[in-house]
Each structure stands twice: as C-alpha cells, then as structure tokens.
C-alpha cells in the first residue's frame, strides 16, 4: 500500500508543472486524495481534496484559479496541474489518502520537491 | 478566518509526560471537529498518530494518546523518548469540506 509522487523540479515563476502520484495495493477509487504542501520551515497546507469519482474538488483560497486537480481511477493516479507559480508555492508537496468516510489522512506518499525560482 | 493554534514549541525530559494541545482561534475544539495528529521528522513525510480525537492509528505506541482538554484538542506523551523529537501537527475538520492543520509544536527531548 503505497503513494509515489512525481513530477516536480525546479521551475521559474509563472512556470507550469504538473505533479502525479500514482496509488498502489489498494482500491483508489474508493477514496478521496489530498494534496499537502510544506514550504522550507513552514507548517503543513492541505491545498486539495478530490472526491473518489473525481466529480467534487475542494481547493485552498492561495491556488484557487491557478491549480486544477484531477484523477484517473483506471491509472490510480492522481493529478495537480500548476499553472502561474509563484515563489511562495516553493514547497514538497505530499500526495495524501483521506481515510474512507472521515476526515483525516491515513496514509501519506514521501512528498515532490517543487522550486519555483528565476 | 479562522485558525488552528498549537504552541510552537515544547520540550520535555526523557521519560516525563508532555501534553500539545490544538486549539482554535474562536471558540472550543471538540470531537465533532474530528481531531487528528501527525509527527514529522526532517526530511520525512507526516506519520498519522491519532485520529478522531481518541483513536491511534496502527503500530503507534500506547505511549501516545489523543483527547479533549477544556476547549481544545491534546496530544499527550507518557515516557518520552529521544526519538518523539519531532514536529507535531494537528488537523481540524471545520466543515464543508475543510480540514486545517495548525502551525505545528516542535518537541525537544532534552
């Protein structure tokens, strides 16, 4: 069971950069996926919440209208589509399972380096 | 807007029994936000420690235990050990949707 993120790198702002993560040994459509990013030092930041059938998705105010989430049930991925990326958005960024039918995590992938700098 | 408040920092004797607490910015925490705690060490994802408030997840020791504490969520560790130095973040669900972590404890074990 087991959550592997890919996808980041080192981008200049306003870039683009699209993040996978690709679930494993477990039944991915039945469960809603998150996206969780820490800057440097700073404290963790739910940025998503995808519904299992991918119809619902709840985003943080600081993405709204630059980030779009998605998911594939027959690849057991998920997606993050980064558009006009700032500096603040310098983060790893940790795909995560919501528990089925609650609201907490219970399992986490290691995280993706995303570095948006000129 | 509100927000998920946690001390920033705690420190602890080995063996001694530290509580983190998790509160909100306005008003009282209780079960029904559904309280969660996760620990992080430097350059390591979150594990999960506790969820719904009193329940900890597989493998967490019984060293560790979750409950409500007058108006706010608490994390308590009975017998530190050098190794629960780490970060430790609660996770509020505040509806709609919403969960919020607050800013994080860091425990020292000294």
């Known amino acids: 069971v087991q959550l592997l993120e890919s996808g980041g790198g080192l981008v200049q702002p306003g870039g683009s950069l699209r993040l996978s993560c690709v679930a494993s040994?477990?039944?991915?459509?039945?469960?809603?996926m998150n996206w969780v990013r820490q800057a440097p030092g700073k404290a963790l930041e739910r940025v998503s919440d995808?519904?299992?059938?991918?119809?619902?998705?709840y985003s943080a105010d600081s993405v709204k209208g630059r980030f779009t989430f998605s998911r594939d049930n027959s690849k057991n991925t998920l997606y993050l589509q980064m558009n006009t990326l700032r500096v603040d958005d310098t983060a790893v960024y940790y795909c995560?399972?919501?528990?089925?039918?609650?609201?907490?995590?219970?399992?986490w992938g290691r995280g993706t380096l995303v570095t948006v700098s000129s | 807007q509100t927000v998920v408040t946690q001390e920033p920092s705690f420190s602890v004797s080995p063996g001694g029994t530290v509580t983190l607490t998790c509160g909100l910015s306005?008003?009282?925490?209780?079960?029904?936000?559904?309280p969660s705690w996760y620990q992080q060490t430097p350059g390591q994802p979150p594990r999960t420690l506790i969820y719904?408030?009193?329940t900890r997840s597989s493998g967490v020791p019984d060293r560790f235990s979750g409950s409500i504490l007058g108006n706010k969520a608490a994390l308590t560790i009975t017998g530190a050990q050098a190794d629960d130095e780490s970060d430790y973040y609660c996770?509020?669900?505040?509806?709609?949707?919403?969960?919020?972590f607050g800013g994080g404890t860091k425990l020292t074990v000294l």
């Open positions: 995560a399972r919501r528990a089925w039918n609650s609201w907490y995590f219970d399992l």
């Open positions: 040994g477990f039944s991915f459509d039945t469960y809603a």
């Open positions: 995808t519904t299992s059938s991918g119809y619902n998705t």
């Open positions: 306005s008003g009282s925490v209780s079960a029904a936000y559904y």
């Open positions: 719904g408030t009193y």
């Open positions: 996770m509020l669900y505040l509806g709609s949707a919403i969960m919020m």
